[in-house]
């Protein structure tokens, strides 16, 4: 086999990790799982599945980047979706997979030191969802269905924290609906009327 053949399959094999991982954190959560399991459903040993990953915080972030794609991919589907609306869905969607909630919430608290592998994919994260929603505020804002005074940078800001609070809060009482209490979150902060409020 060529080294190309090779370097190919190679990425092929990590893309499957991944997508198995991915699979199996949802269903088992973070503490649930054991990396042997996801090397087993791969078919490969626990030192062939960490070749392809630095360290197993390594896999785990890289795990979080596909979560990441795969909802973007999913939740942009439609076309219909602006950026709340996207973050709305998502936040529905997260009570479907504890285990990856689990994952993230993890994932966050680590990445808080700056050599932490998954520090990076955090930042670059917050800042990519914080962009799409301070678009979106300016956007509304210019077609005058958000409060003109309102600054987007910190309406996006509040908007992610409250989205990854009501995932900590979910974490210990499964009964709460992130996303319906994430969506009147967003009309109390853009709007005036009290009709927003639903």
């Known amino acids: ?14 893309e499957e990790i991944l997508r198995v991982a991915l699979a199996v954190f949802a269903r ?16 490969v040993s626990l030192p062939g599945l960490m070749h ?12 979080l980047r ?7 991919e999913e ?30 919430l993890t994932m966050a608290a680590a990445a808080g030191d700056p050599a932490h592998p998954a520090r990076e ?22 077609e005058g269905v958000v409060r003109a005074e309102l600054d987007a940078e910190h309406v996006a800001r509040i908007m992610i924290a409250i989205a990854d609070g009501l995932q900590v809060q979910w974490s210990l009482d499964p009964s709460i609906d992130m996303g319906g209490d994430l969506e009147r979150a967003w009309h109390l902060l853009v709007r005036d009327d009290a009709d927003a409020v639903r």
Do not use: C, W
Not at 1 to 14: I, Q
Not at 29 to 43: N, P
Not at 131 to 139: A, G, P, Y
């Open 28 to 43: 088992e959560g973070y503490r649930g799982t054991s990396l042997r399991e996801v090397a087993r459903e791969v078919g």
């Open 66 to 72: 596909v979560r990441d794609a795969v909802d973007s």
């Open 121 to 142: 994919f955090f930042v670059e994260h917050v800042a990519g969802v914080r962009r799409s929603l301070v678009e979106v505020v300016r956007e509304r804002q210019a």
């Open 52 to 63: 392809y990953f630095a360290s197993k915080e390594h896999l785990f972030a890289a795990i």
């Open 75 to 104: 939740f942009a589907a439609t076309g219909s979706q602006d950026a709340i609306e996207g973050l709305v869905a998502v936040m529905r969607h997260n009570s479907d997979v504890p285990g990856l909630v689990e994952l993230y």
């Open 1 to 14: 086999m060529t080294a190309r053949g090779s370097y190919a399959k190679g990425v092929a094999r990590r």
